[in-house]
């Protein structure tokens, strides 16, 4: 089997068209697809990642893995050459073992069963919707019910257990108890408005920024829960996205540990 039908499983899943604006420049789709390598080849294994460094390279190598697919583009701005900083370098390495990198970005992100909806089913949200929906109920975030209100600090122990998050950063007490949630895995505090009006109890994304939290006192909670615990499911349903496809496929998730964010507890 050849990995172009690997990536079309893919992409019947989470279509090119559904990645956001930046992520596409209006030419061609740009961080989303096809990064590195070519499509015509045997796949003899599938390494999949949040983000790819030279570890994962080398882990696919070591696994006989020649493809890897990844969330996070590894190119995600254009190259003006080609030499040994740290992007060019796993690229050169990359192509001389023969090793494709594909990255499901935003695409993923804006599929209707895509990562946001795996992180509300992760929080055991019920009658979930799209937050900012496009057509078809592909669209950023998603909001869901408890299936019965929380407290705050039930909340925020659930996303510490569930996530493996060390540090929750949000903007106080907001005073009542929790029904209806909204998420947004990565950098989703565009979307924080949207979260307000349709009538979301609390947040979650995986990055606010200071500024963002100003303004939201006794309206919303806000909870930021770091941008690699909030996407780490990632490699979990792309897992389960190629097994559906290709039983038989060799499919690894990597055993590296990619977030470039250390915390110190104390």
Known sequence: MKIKKVID???RFAPLPLQDDYDNSGLHYDNSGLQVGTTETEVSGVLLCLDVTRQVVDEAIRNGCNLIVSHHPLLFRPLKKLT??????????????????YASHTNLDNASK??????????GLQDVKTLDEQPDGNGAGVIGLFKEPVTEQQLLALIKDKFGVTCIRHNGELGRSVKRMAVCGGAGSFLTDKAVQAGADAFMTGE?????????????????????????????????????????????KTANKTNPINYYIG
Not at 84 to 101: L, R, Y
Not at 114 to 123: K, P, T
Not at 219 to 247: C, M, N, R, W
Request: proline share 3%; no cysteine.
């Open 9 to 11: 499983a893919l992409e």
């Open 84 to 101: 040994d900083d740290p992007i060019g370098s796993i690229v050169m390495d990359a192509v001389k073992a023969g090793v494709t990198i």
């Open 114 to 123: 895509g990562v946001n909806m795996r992180i509300a089913q992760i929080l």
């Open 208 to 252: 606010i920024g200071y500024h963002r939290f100003f303004g939201y006192d006794g309206v919303i909670k806000l909870i930021e829960a770091g941008h690699f615990e909030s996407e780490q499911f990632t490699v979990d349903l792309i897992y389960d996205i190629l097994k559906d496809s290709f039983p038989g496929l060799d499919v690894i």
